[in-house]
């Protein structure tokens, strides 16, 4: 319907460019017949890689210009792109009605899954179209609930978002996080709980990293970077992770340093205080590799020393729980499906098994009560199981059906906790379980303004190019029929051992509602059955990722559900970068792609922020082996001429500090330099957006409006 429109405003918005490195390109040039593209100029730079044979290889870098986001050709750049991008959008004749379909479907309380501190509980909640959730707290749950901070006042336009929340042990105190804009970089600030004022202390630069509160109240324990030293916090390279600890009332300035590893600037730490305040518990991370090291502190023994009880990265620790001196983890060590094991910190190496591993995988592990609290996936949907402290299982949890769950916060004094259960057709609900009984209380149930009764969701199991059985699942309306003609959007993501669940979104909700068809397929490289399952989708073996992908749609086709010209792809982050390489190796078989967050450039991607730290997933461009794998499939550098690719809606926000937005300015400039046909390939940056955490509601919708026009646009229903 709208593959091919010229209008006159968007021949304006481009002569309005105006600027000597940025020229409308005409048709003549080879653009598109249906879009006038801003010419990005290219720069004569080259980069060397290893080969097998022990030589270089040479790289050309046409774009590199567009890595430096603040410069006046990138910004004026982004404008030019953003406004072709709107004048396109400005034609699709249904994009309001989406635009108050989504409002409409948006509108309906959210509640977050409570948790229990000093004799009160404090949840999160949405009225319907705040931009922020609310931090609420009440005595009771059927009280009457207390703001105790509201993230939609501290930015005019919501994008400060609460990054973190911890309440200090006494509960006199709320130690929590915010970032702006979407960055990963946070701020943390202390409220007064009874007064709801901040207190003067201000902690930055905080990176992944939560606060957990000494014991006594008196201050907590976080993670952070020195400042970045060239003054670009969107691009500078994350390093020497540190650990510090602030004490109430004293400056940032003043704040222990306790542990930092200067010989190891990969190394990143996470530390928690153990429930009985006992110990420090630093998990240390390198890169995006499950596998971890453990080290604790005595904190009950003035001057002790950090001990490293795992000291190489030989599987995932996860700390479940201690009673004294043996500590319980959830791991991965000789069970690539996980299993509970205990060790008594004096005698370091001996793990004795208390949960073992099982056929379906075991993906958290809580202590509550005196009990244990166990979520597996099956086949990548939820399955909740109670054991006794010798982990022995007594009972299922009963849940409602094939979806996912959340949350089981609790400690050893109460057999209280709480978790949300949610599918791809019902929004979260929230149930309150006694572990002891193992009785579930439904305590908030939200209610939608789509009636969900009417789609359906289904499993199936197909197989990829070298025979390997993939799960998938296919939501659509009850009774759709299998002849080809559903516009039908295909998700996967299949990277750094996450798994993709069942869940609930606005926007797939208005998708459906438009007699569109969802499908999320459980890729390899995922986590959905374990380290196995994540191996065979990592590093060399990341193209089996794409294969996976493929098949997918293969399947789609085949059963009759959808067709080429009615089927898309989309992803974000590594999605992205799976959406992007997926529709460049088989263009043939969709109709639109959307690449979201993408990591794009293959060879560049551990130069920015904390993009070193995926090597441990893609590999080394570094590496000749690794070089040659990621070289084959990297989106920018395998764009060819002469082929009709899907249209390609790129979307990205400069404030991305997650993945670096050059990576999708670089492969739109690319991409509309060596596309000749007449699908739009276009991109959306939004200028006050980051990697999507936190990103408020009303962004959320314009960003959505546009992709699903985008979508129904291109898919012609």
């Given at each position: 319907m709208l593959r091919s429109i010229l209008t006159a405003g968007a021949a304006l918005a481009l002569a309005a460019c105006g600027s000597a490195n940025i020229q409308p390109q005409s048709a003549d040039d080879g653009a598109s017949a249906a879009l006038t593209y801003p010419v990005a100029r290219t720069v004569d730079h080259n980069d060397r890689y290893p080969a097998a044979d022990g030589s270089e290889i040479e790289v050309a870098d046409p774009y590199r210009w567009l890595e430096e986001l603040d410069s006046a050709e990138t910004r004026e750049w982004i404008a030019a792109q953003n406004r072709i991008t709107d004048a396109y959008l400005d034609q699709i004749s249904d994009r309001s009605q989406i635009r108050t379909r989504l409002s409409a479907l948006w509108n309906f309380e959210r509640y977050g899954v409570p948790s229990r501190r000093a004799g009160r509980y404090f949840y999160t909640h949405n009225n319907g179209l705040q931009n922020q959730a609310v931090l609420y707290m009440a005595e009771r749950l059927e009280d009457q609930p207390t703001i105790l901070l509201d993230p939609n006042q501290l930015s005019s336009d919501g994008t400060v978002a609460l990054s973190g929340a911890e309440v200090s042990p006494d509960g006199r105190y709320l130690a929590y996080g915010t970032s702006s804009g979407g960055s990963d970089w946070q701020q943390w600030r202390v409220r007064d709980v009874s007064s709801r004022s901040d207190r003067d202390e201000v902690i930055d630069w905080v990176k992944f990293s939560g606060a957990s509160w000494a014991k006594d109240s008196s201050g907590f324990y976080y993670s952070r970077y020195d400042a970045p030293a060239d003054g670009d916090p969107l691009k500078a390279v994350n390093e020497n992770h540190k650990?510090?600890?602030?004490?109430?009332?004293?400056?940032?300035?003043?704040?222990?340093?306790?542990?930092?590893?200067?010989?190891?600037?990969?190394?990143?730490?996470?530390?928690?205080?153990?429930?009985?305040?006992?110990?420090?518990?630093?998990?240390?991370?390198?890169?995006?590799?499950?596998?971890?090291?453990?080290?604790?502190?005595?904190?009950?023994?003035?001057?002790?020393?950090?001990?490293?009880?795992?000291?190489?990265?030989?599987?995932?620790?996860?700390?479940?729980?201690?009673?004294?001196?043996?500590?319980?983890?959830?791991?991965?060590?000789?069970?690539?499906?996980?299993?509970?094991?205990a060790t008594d910190i004096n005698r370091p190496g001996n793990w004795s098994n208390l949960v073992a591993e099982s056929d379906a995988t075991l993906v958290d592990a809580k202590a509550i009560g005196n009990r244990l609290v166990l979520e597996y996936l099956r086949d990548a949907h939820s399955e909740v199981r109670i054991a006794d402290r010798g982990g022995r299982i007594e009972r299922d949890v009963m849940l409602p059906g094939l979806g996912s769950t959340g949350g089981f916060t609790g400690d050893r004094q109460s057999n209280e906790t709480f978790y949300s259960y949610t599918s791809f057709t019902a929004a979260p609900s929230v149930y309150r379980l006694d572990v002891e009984t193992g009785v579930s209380t439904l305590y908030q149930s939200p209610s939608t303004p789509l009636d969900e009764s009417r789609f359906e969701t289904k499993q199936v199991f197909y197989t990829s190019k070298d025979g390997t059985r993939i799960p998938m699942f296919i939501t659509a309306a009850k009774g759709t029929p299998l002849d080809g003609t559903a516009p039908t959007m295909l998700y996967g993501y299949g990277g750094f051992n996450i798994p993709v669940t069942p869940s609930y979104k606005v926007p797939i909700a208005v998708w459906l509602d438009m007699g569109g068809v969802y499908a999320v397929a459980n890729l390899r490289g995922g986590g959905e059955y374990g380290g196995d399952w994540h191996r065979a989708g990592m590093k060399l073996n990341k193209q089996n990722v794409f294969d996976d992908f493929a098949a997918a749609a293969e399947y789609l086709i085949a059963q009759g559900w959808t067709s080429p010209q009615k089927l898309s792809i989309l992803g974000g982050s590594n999605g992205g970068l799976l959406a992007a390489a997926t529709a460049q190796q088989r263009p043939e078989l969709f109709a639109a792609t959307v690449p979201i967050v993408g990591v794009l450039d293959m060879l560049r991607f551990n130069q920015f922020t904390i993009g070193w730290a995926w090597?441990?997933?893609?590999?080394?461009?570094?590496?000749?082996?690794?070089?040659?794998?990621?070289?084959?499939?990297?989106?920018?550098?395998?764009?060819?001429?002469?082929?009709?690719?899907?249209?390609?809606f790129v979307v990205t926000g400069d404030h991305d500090d997650r993945v670096f937005p050059a990576h999708s300015f670089k492969y739109t400039a690319a991409l509309q330099s060596v596309y000749s046909g007449d699908q739009p390939m276009l991109i959306r940056v939004d200028t006050r957006g980051g990697h999507g955490a936190g990103k408020p509601t009303a962004k959320q919708i314009e960003e959505w409006t546009d992709i699903l026009g985008f979508l129904k646009a291109q898919l012609e229903f």
């Amino acid at each position: 319907m709208l593959r091919s429109i010229l209008t006159a405003g968007a021949a304006l918005a481009l002569a309005a460019c105006g600027s000597a490195n940025i020229q409308p390109q005409s048709a003549d040039d080879g653009a598109s017949a249906a879009l006038t593209y801003p010419v990005a100029r290219t720069v004569d730079h080259n980069d060397r890689y290893p080969a097998a044979d022990g030589s270089e290889i040479e790289v050309a870098d046409p774009y590199r210009w567009l890595e430096e986001l603040d410069s006046a050709e990138t910004r004026e750049w982004i404008a030019a792109q953003n406004r072709i991008t709107d004048a396109y959008l400005d034609q699709i004749s249904d994009r309001s009605q989406i635009r108050t379909r989504l409002s409409a479907l948006w509108n309906f309380e959210r509640y977050g899954v409570p948790s229990r501190r000093a004799g009160r509980y404090f949840y999160t909640h949405n009225n319907g179209l705040q931009n922020q959730a609310v931090l609420y707290m009440a005595e009771r749950l059927e009280d009457q609930p207390t703001i105790l901070l509201d993230p939609n006042q501290l930015s005019s336009d919501g994008t400060v978002a609460l990054s973190g929340a911890e309440v200090s042990p006494d509960g006199r105190y709320l130690a929590y996080g915010t970032s702006s804009g979407g960055s990963d970089w946070q701020q943390w600030r202390v409220r007064d709980v009874s007064s709801r004022s901040d207190r003067d202390e201000v902690i930055d630069w905080v990176k992944f990293s939560g606060a957990s509160w000494a014991k006594d109240s008196s201050g907590f324990y976080y993670s952070r970077y020195d400042a970045p030293a060239d003054g670009d916090p969107l691009k500078a390279v994350n390093e020497n992770h540190k650990i510090y600890f602030h004490r109430l009332g004293t400056a940032q300035s003043e704040d222990q340093l306790v542990y930092a590893r200067p010989d190891q600037p990969q190394w990143g730490f996470a530390a928690d205080v153990s429930e009985d305040g006992r110990f420090l518990l630093i998990s240390v991370w390198q890169g995006t590799d499950r596998r971890n090291r453990f080290f604790y502190q005595r904190l009950d023994r003035p001057g002790a020393p950090v001990t490293e009880l795992v000291s190489e990265l030989v599987a995932s620790f996860q700390f479940v729980d201690n009673d004294g001196d043996v500590f319980y983890f959830l791991t991965d060590l000789d069970a690539p499906r996980y299993r509970v094991v205990a060790t008594d910190i004096n005698r370091p190496g001996n793990w004795s098994n208390l949960v073992a591993e099982s056929d379906a995988t075991l993906v958290d592990a809580k202590a509550i009560g005196n009990r244990l609290v166990l979520e597996y996936l099956r086949d990548a949907h939820s399955e909740v199981r109670i054991a006794d402290r010798g982990g022995r299982i007594e009972r299922d949890v009963m849940l409602p059906g094939l979806g996912s769950t959340g949350g089981f916060t609790g400690d050893r004094q109460s057999n209280e906790t709480f978790y949300s259960y949610t599918s791809f057709t019902a929004a979260p609900s929230v149930y309150r379980l006694d572990v002891e009984t193992g009785v579930s209380t439904l305590y908030q149930s939200p209610s939608t303004p789509l009636d969900e009764s009417r789609f359906e969701t289904k499993q199936v199991f197909y197989t990829s190019k070298d025979g390997t059985r993939i799960p998938m699942f296919i939501t659509a309306a009850k009774g759709t029929p299998l002849d080809g003609t559903a516009p039908t959007m295909l998700y996967g993501y299949g990277g750094f051992n996450i798994p993709v669940t069942p869940s609930y979104k606005v926007p797939i909700a208005v998708w459906l509602d438009m007699g569109g068809v969802y499908a999320v397929a459980n890729l390899r490289g995922g986590g959905e059955y374990g380290g196995d399952w994540h191996r065979a989708g990592m590093k060399l073996n990341k193209q089996n990722v794409f294969d996976d992908f493929a098949a997918a749609a293969e399947y789609l086709i085949a059963q009759g559900w959808t067709s080429p010209q009615k089927l898309s792809i989309l992803g974000g982050s590594n999605g992205g970068l799976l959406a992007a390489a997926t529709a460049q190796q088989r263009p043939e078989l969709f109709a639109a792609t959307v690449p979201i967050v993408g990591v794009l450039d293959m060879l560049r991607f551990n130069q920015f922020t904390i993009g070193w730290a995926w090597e441990s997933d893609y590999g080394s461009p570094q590496k000749a082996d690794e070089f040659a794998a990621l070289y084959a499939y990297s989106p920018l550098h395998n764009l060819r001429s002469g082929v009709n690719y899907p249209a390609t809606f790129v979307v990205t926000g400069d404030h991305d500090d997650r993945v670096f937005p050059a990576h999708s300015f670089k492969y739109t400039a690319a991409l509309q330099s060596v596309y000749s046909g007449d699908q739009p390939m276009l991109i959306r940056v939004d200028t006050r957006g980051g990697h999507g955490a936190g990103k408020p509601t009303a962004k959320q919708i314009e960003e959505w409006t546009d992709i699903l026009g985008f979508l129904k646009a291109q898919l012609e229903f």
